[in-house]
């Protein structure tokens, strides 16, 4: 049964009698008329009418009005930015559509003269979720169900029901590529959104007070409770360029206007006017609550869309050997035992790689059969570059040989083995569906820990040794005195790798410009483990990392790694981890352990007296379509316990967007600020914004504060990202750029 009829058969019939009416605000004027097609079969995930061009969203960066909120879904997987501001107040929001029917926002709010916990501005940082309950049908309006603000100081805590139905309308002003639309919105909201006009009260909500600053857990026994009220607006856009929108706000802002001065509230309506600016960049202007201008900026990007055509050489040709090496019979396989023909094969082949951006680690070949290793610097997909491998082996092997073997290496160690015929590569070029047949007829496999006897190794590859300089950028953020800060500067970067699997590095880092050894200092009741990075960031020139590292496989689907040295600015010490990972497997399981020492202030070479064992036991879960589920239980650098769970999705085109928290046997109060660790991460590749290939990427991880428990470590070259890519899950992610 719905959650809804579930939720309704348990409350009386008053609330009963307004959540229909919600309901019935957004569908009663639905006619077949006006539907355009049949609803969809039980599972699609295709609408049954023509929807909105993207959802429009609101000042709290959810699909909405103004202020308030639609049951409208943002397409699976978009990732928004929001910035708005009206009456003394700014928020900027960063919304993710995680699934087709869920999406998740953390926003961070800022308000003038409201003098909450002694601040006479006053930052607030919550976390939103909202759940579509049922799709829009023909007859039917889409239903969602909402929490905001569900774990933070509560502050602006809401939970609505709302329900939403589209129409179409002849277009105006403008083109329109399916003539304008109507969108017409209802619902029932408690919290902030039962505050004004109420309809009646279900069980009891203490009042927000502002009595406690520490927030971060959610507030489950207050969820659905205190008075409740009705809101609802309407939505018109014309053509493709032009939004109208009148709404009916239940929230009577109390806290800022009764119990601050921030704004007066004359009146519940809304109005506004948006213009679709750019394909992902929509801005507006709004009349509310009778007495204030407001604006907002709403930037919508899709991860999903693949990355256009870098500028790359293009792919050798594979010309079948029926072009210009005359009928099988025919190919001779005498060379296979001349060490002369067999070497030049393999500088041909390093050559043809080195122009695709590849590296030969080693190339064993026999009369029939060939295996390469080799080195991606270059390609996001690892399919790409296997791709780009075989077509190389293609051009250079002689025609005897049929059967190619390539091994991606990462640091001189094996992570898998795609094993794929000539045949196959000739016929299906040109194949309509070139990618997927490939794949069907490509055999995945563990890799043997060495090349074998034969073998012979890529010339000049060891040692090895690189050099590059880099801008670097460091955020700080959410003190409430200063709520962005940011060091830059440049890094100079270097590393060694004497022999295959070992790498020696390290990094030198000088500040040019800075502001984050101005932030305020810890008053953390644990270790300060990681809450002393203003004290880390007063020196201008800094050694962030020195270390030797060692990888390699110990046995089948096993894979180990052992570090010693500076890890980070804060850390250094001895780390040891062991992975096993089967090619083919969406678990993976994986070990750690590490002895740290927390580093000198000034990060030269010398320590403090804190030490600590740490590590962890973690669990690896691919959930498929991009999805992933990850928990590390064990010893955190407070010499707390406990386990750390996060969630992952990576797109093929290389961004990934998840969240994560830890919990541990550190109480809420002793944690401080948030309850407990938490928040939210993303990466996004360079490729897709230099148009060239790069496994470079820019990577972000936000926490509402930064606290001491629940923290790890940070060490270079942990295993499960470096293999997974080159496994099953990541190779079929990526696997339509293989033949480009």
Same mark, same amino acid.
């Given at each position: 049964?719905?959650?809804?009829?579930?939720?309704?058969?348990?409350?009386?019939?008053?609330?009963?009698?307004?959540?229909?009416?919600?309901?019935?605000?957004?569908?009663?004027?639905?006619?077949?008329?006006?539907?355009?097609?049949?609803?969809?079969?039980?599972?699609?995930?295709?609408?049954?009418?023509?929807?909105?061009?993207?959802?429009?969203?609101?000042?709290?960066?959810?699909?909405?009005?103004?202020?308030?909120?639609?049951?409208?879904?943002?397409?699976?997987?978009?990732?928004?930015?929001?910035?708005?501001?009206?009456?003394?107040?700014?928020?900027?929001?960063?919304?993710?559509?995680?699934?087709?029917?869920?999406?998740?926002?953390?926003?961070?709010?800022?308000?003038?003269?409201?003098?909450?916990?002694?601040?006479?501005?006053?930052?607030?940082?919550?976390?939103?979720?909202?759940?579509?309950?049922?799709?829009?049908?023909?007859?039917?309006?889409?239903?969602?169900?909402?929490?905001?603000?569900?774990?933070?100081?509560?502050?602006?805590?809401?939970?609505?029901?709302?329900?939403?139905?589209?129409?179409?309308?002849?277009?105006?002003?403008?083109?329109?590529?399916?003539?304008?639309?109507?969108?017409?919105?209802?619902?029932?909201?408690?919290?902030?959104?039962?505050?004004?006009?109420?309809?009646?009260?279900?069980?009891?909500?203490?009042?927000?007070?502002?009595?406690?600053?520490?927030?971060?857990?959610?507030?489950?026994?207050?969820?659905?409770?205190?008075?409740?009220?009705?809101?609802?607006?309407?939505?018109?856009?014309?053509?493709?360029?032009?939004?109208?929108?009148?709404?009916?706000?239940?929230?009577?802002?109390?806290?800022?206007?009764?119990?601050?001065?921030?704004?007066?509230?004359?009146?519940?309506?809304?109005?506004?006017?948006?213009?679709?600016?750019?394909?992902?960049?929509?801005?507006?202007?709004?009349?509310?609550?009778?007495?204030?201008?407001?604006?907002?900026?709403?930037?919508?990007?899709?991860?999903?869309?693949?990355?256009?055509?870098?500028?790359?050489?293009?792919?050798?040709?594979?010309?079948?050997?029926?072009?210009?090496?005359?009928?099988?019979?025919?190919?001779?396989?005498?060379?296979?035992?001349?060490?002369?023909?067999?070497?030049? %094969? !393999?500088?041909?082949?390093? @050559? +043809? $790689?080195?122009? /695709?951006?590849?590296?030969? *680690?080693? =190339?064993?070949?026999?009369?029939?059969?060939?295996?390469?290793?080799?080195?991606?610097?270059?390609?996001?997909?690892?399919?790409?570059?296997?791709?780009?491998?075989?077509?190389?082996?293609?051009?250079?092997?002689?025609?005897?040989?049929?059967?190619?073997?390539?091994?991606?290496?990462?640091?001189?160690?094996?992570?898998?083995?795609?094993? %794929? !015929?000539?045949?196959?590569? @000739? +016929? $299906?070029?040109? /194949?309509?569906?070139?990618? *997927?047949? =490939?794949?069907?007829?490509?055999?995945?496999?563990?890799?043997?820990?060495?090349?074998?006897?034969?073998?012979?190794?890529?010339?000049?590859?060891?040692?090895?040794?690189?050099?590059?300089?880099?801008?670097?950028?460091?955020?700080?953020?959410?003190?409430?005195?200063?709520?962005?800060?940011?060091?830059?500067?440049?890094?100079?970067?270097?590393?060694?790798?004497?022999?295959?699997?070992?790498?020696?590095?390290?990094?030198?880092?000088?500040?040019?410009?800075?502001?984050?050894?101005?932030?305020?200092?810890?008053?953390?009741?644990?270790?300060?483990?990681?809450?002393?990075?203003?004290?880390?960031?007063?020196?201008?020139?800094?050694?962030?990392?020195?270390?030797?590292?060692?990888?390699?496989?110990?046995?089948?689907?096993?894979?180990?790694?052992?570090?010693?040295?500076?890890?980070?600015?804060?850390?250094?010490?001895?780390?040891?981890?062991?992975?096993?990972?089967?090619?083919?497997?969406?678990?993976?399981?994986?070990?750690?352990?590490?002895?740290?020492?927390?580093?000198?202030?000034?990060?030269?070479?010398?320590?403090?007296?804190?030490?600590?064992?740490?590590?962890?036991?973690?669990?690896?879960?691919?959930?498929?379509?991009?999805?992933?589920?990850?928990?590390?239980?064990?010893?955190?650098?407070?010499?707390?316990?406990?386990?750390?769970?996060?969630?992952?999705?990576?797109?093929?085109?290389?961004?990934?967007?998840?969240?994560?928290?830890?919990?541990?046997?550190?109480?809420?109060?002793?944690?401080?600020?948030?309850?407990?660790?938490?928040?939210?991460?993303?990466?996004?590749?360079?490729?897709?914004?230099?148009?060239?290939?790069?496994?470079?990427?820019?990577?972000?991880?936000?926490?509402?504060?930064?606290?001491?428990?629940?923290?790890?470590?940070?060490?270079?070259?942990?295993?499960?990202?470096?293999?997974?890519?080159?496994?099953?899950?990541?190779?079929?992610?990526?696997?339509?750029?293989?033949?480009?």
């Amino acid at each position: 049964m719905p959650l809804p009829i579930l939720f309704l058969r348990r409350h009386g019939t008053a609330l009963t009698r307004a959540v229909a009416l919600a309901v019935l605000l957004a569908g009663a004027t639905a006619t077949p008329g006006l539907a355009q097609d049949l609803p969809p079969e039980a599972g699609s995930e295709e609408p049954s009418f023509t929807p909105l061009p993207a959802a429009s969203l609101n000042f709290y960066g959810s699909p909405g009005g103004i202020d308030m909120p639609s049951a409208e879904m943002m397409p699976d997987g978009t990732f928004a930015t929001t910035l708005s501001g009206f009456g003394g107040q700014n928020r900027m929001t960063l919304t993710f559509q995680a699934t087709p029917w869920m999406s998740a926002s953390f926003r961070y709010h800022q308000l003038q003269d409201l003098n909450l916990f002694g601040f006479k501005t006053y930052y607030d940082r919550s976390f939103d979720a909202r759940f579509r309950l049922w799709r829009e049908g023909r007859y039917r309006p889409q239903v969602t169900l909402g929490l905001q603000d569900f774990s933070g100081t509560g502050l602006f805590g809401a939970e609505y029901i709302v329900a939403s139905k589209s129409f179409r309308t002849p277009a105006w002003g403008g083109a329109a590529r399916d003539g304008g639309r109507l969108m017409v919105t209802g619902g029932i909201g408690w919290g902030r959104l039962g505050s004004y006009n109420s309809l009646g009260t279900l069980g009891s909500r203490p009042a927000y007070s502002g009595t406690t600053s520490r927030g971060g857990e959610p507030s489950y026994d207050q969820w659905f409770r205190g008075p409740y009220a009705l809101f609802g607006g309407i939505e018109w856009r014309p053509n493709d360029k032009l939004g109208l929108k009148l709404e009916y706000s239940s929230d009577n802002y109390v806290t800022e206007t009764q119990t601050s001065s921030l704004f007066e509230r004359r009146s519940p309506f809304n109005f506004g006017v948006e213009y679709q600016w750019t394909r992902s960049t929509r801005l507006g202007a709004y009349y509310l609550y009778g007495s204030e201008i407001g604006v907002s900026a709403q930037v919508q990007l899709d991860p999903r869309q693949p990355v256009s055509r870098l500028s790359v050489p293009a792919p050798y040709p594979v010309q079948p050997r029926s072009q210009w090496a005359g009928p099988p019979e025919s190919w001779d396989t005498a060379w296979a035992g001349n060490r002369e023909t067999v070497l030049g %094969l !393999r500088d041909r082949l390093a @050559e +043809a $790689l080195k122009r /695709d951006g590849l590296v030969l *680690e080693s =190339l064993e070949v026999g009369p029939t059969e060939a295996e390469l290793r080799y080195r991606n610097p270059r390609y996001t997909a690892q399919a790409a570059a296997l791709g780009r491998a075989a077509r190389a082996m293609a051009a250079t092997m002689p025609a005897s040989v049929e059967t190619f073997r390539l091994v991606p290496v990462v640091d001189g160690m094996a992570i898998s083995a795609a094993i %794929l !015929r000539r045949s196959d590569l @000739e +016929a $299906l070029e040109f /194949d309509s569906r070139s990618a *997927e047949a =490939l794949r069907a007829v490509t055999g995945l496999a563990d890799a043997a820990a060495k090349p074998g006897p034969g073998a012979m190794p890529g010339p000049d590859l060891y040692p090895d040794f690189s050099w590059s300089v880099a801008q670097y950028t460091s955020p700080s953020y959410f003190d409430p005195s200063l709520p962005f800060r940011l060091d830059v500067g440049v890094d100079l970067r270097a590393t060694w790798r004497p022999a295959p699997g070992w790498r020696i590095s390290g990094k030198l880092r000088r500040r040019i410009w800075g502001n984050i050894k101005d932030g305020r200092l810890s008053n953390s009741v644990l270790p300060h483990v990681r809450t002393d990075a203003t004290l880390y960031a007063q020196e201008n020139t800094t050694l962030e990392n020195l270390y030797v590292a060692r990888q390699w496989r110990p046995g089948r689907n096993l894979y180990a790694r052992i570090t010693a040295g500076y890890f980070e600015s804060m850390y250094g010490g001895l780390s040891g981890e062991i992975l096993w990972k089967p090619v083919g497997s969406r678990l993976g399981l994986g070990l750690e352990g590490n002895y740290v020492i927390k580093r000198d202030y000034d990060q030269r070479l010398g320590f403090q007296d804190y030490d600590v064992f740490t590590g962890h036991a973690s669990a690896y879960y691919d959930l498929g379509r991009g999805y992933e589920v990850q928990v590390d239980a064990g010893r955190y650098l407070a010499g707390d316990y406990g386990a750390t769970f996060s969630l992952d999705r990576t797109f093929a085109n290389g961004w990934s967007v998840g969240g994560f928290f830890s919990v541990t046997n550190v109480s809420a109060a002793d944690f401080g600020e948030g309850s407990f660790d938490k928040g939210i991460r993303f990466r996004i590749p360079l490729a897709t914004l230099l148009g060239k290939p790069s496994r470079s990427g820019l990577g972000l991880s936000i926490r509402p504060v930064q606290r001491d428990g629940g923290q790890r470590v940070t060490v270079p070259g942990r295993l499960y990202g470096q293999v997974r890519e080159a496994h099953r899950s990541g190779l079929e992610a990526g696997w339509a750029r293989v033949w480009e």
